[in-house]
């Protein structure tokens, strides 16, 4: 559980790390989730992570838009950005309120162009010329739909440096991104998040090992 102050007790005691938070959050939120899914491409995976299930767990989420809060004011301390983005529809779920406590103003890319009322793929305002943008989104993969989602934004002439999402799959995301141009920052990797319950007890080493073995054969 997590207190108003959006520490996690979900261990029993206080634990200020990132990686122990976001563990935390999505766990006991039910965002990560443990079995047999076919995931986009097709393939099986032996996790699931919907960040959407934070929307009935208020202190979780709370949690998790504080960790990501602070890790962009982080970025702030050295890096200009104006506003923040992301693609529909998971990011997006998070980003006004991580607007809101940064106090800084966000857009969200659509995943088709608007063809009727306020036409086009950006909503919520504006993109400027010169803006420095940091795109969010909540999990990624290959890190493909990260760049195409960026494209809308260039377009417009803003300028996009960093990418950040709240877990890392290991599947290339983070070097594709990186080889595209853009600084990229997880607040955790899922291997990090599968060792931390498993140091933790709170699965078995049976359900840690097939997670960490599919990490690694899809790094092979």
């Not at 976001?22 to 939120?29: D, K, P, Q, Y």
């Not at 950005?81 to 998971?90: G, V």
């Not at 400027?128 to 809308?152: A, Q, W």
């Amino acid at each position: 559980m997590l207190n108003s102050g959006g520490y996690s007790h979900f261990w029993g005691f206080e634990v200020l790390d990132v990686v122990s938070k976001v563990a935390g959050a999505l766990f006991s939120s039910d965002c990560l989730k443990f079995g047999s899914f076919r995931i986009k491409s097709g393939a099986l995976s032996p996790y699931y992570i919907d960040l959407s299930c934070l929307l009935s767990s208020p202190e979780d989420f709370c949690c998790v838009v504080d960790a990501v809060g602070d890790e962009i004011k982080r970025i702030m301390s050295f890096d200009k950005i104006d506003k923040l983005a992301s693609i529909e529809l998971k990011g997006a779920l998070l980003l006004p309120s991580i607007a809101c406590r940064l106090e800084l103003p966000c857009v969200v890319v659509r995943k088709a162009e608007k063809r009727y009322g306020v036409t086009g793929r950006v909503a919520g305002g504006t993109v400027v010329r010169g803006e420095h943008i940091l795109f969010f989104d909540d999990v990624v993969t290959d890190g493909m739909s990260k760049v195409e989602g960026m494209k809308p934004l260039e377009e417009f002439g803003a300028q996009v440096n960093h990418v950040m999402v709240v877990v890392d799959r290991e599947q290339g995301g983070k070097e594709n991104i990186e080889k595209s141009g853009y600084k990229f920052r997880a607040l955790a990797t899922i291997s990090e998040l599968v060792k931390c319950l498993l140091q933790f007890s709170y699965i078995p080493e049976e359900q840690a090992n097939a997670v960490l073995d599919y990490v690694k054969g899809s790094k092979d």
